[in-house]
């Protein structure tokens, strides 16, 4: 735990049933160890320290980010993963159009 790692958006959108907003990654190179293949999630509250009422506002399908690693899986559960505790300035992470921030935790998957 609290290692930076690198994963990439599959999906964007909600918990269903639960409303509550939820991005599933995968990690890059995949963590066979755990034997979920690298699956990872990060729940909307876990974007930002500024709230993020849709994780689709900030990150699309394909996209490559860096990301803390918070908690190991067990028994084939996903990793948890934030971007809220790389956050510099309060907010940044839910802001993608600050190209700066985009370059540094956002890169699209055509160049990795």
């Not at 940044?92 to 540094?104: C, D, K, L, V």
Request: charged fraction near 15%.
């Amino acid at each position: 735990m609290g290692q930076v790692v690198t994963a990439q958006v599959l999906d964007a959108g909600a918990v269903k049933g639960s409303g509550r907003g939820v991005v599933h990654l995968q990690l890059l190179p995949p963590h066979l160890a755990s034997g979920n293949g690298g699956a990872a999630l990060m729940l909307a509250g876990s974007i930002s320290h500024e709230p993020v009422e849709s994780p689709a506002s900030v990150f699309k399908k394909g996209d490559v980010v860096r990301a803390l690693l918070v908690s190991v899986p067990k028994n084939g559960a996903p990793y948890q993963l934030s971007t809220k505790l790389l956050e510099k300035v309060p907010g940044e992470y839910r802001t993608p159009s600050n190209t700066s921030w985009r370059a540094a935790f956002i890169f699209p998957a055509a160049f990795y």
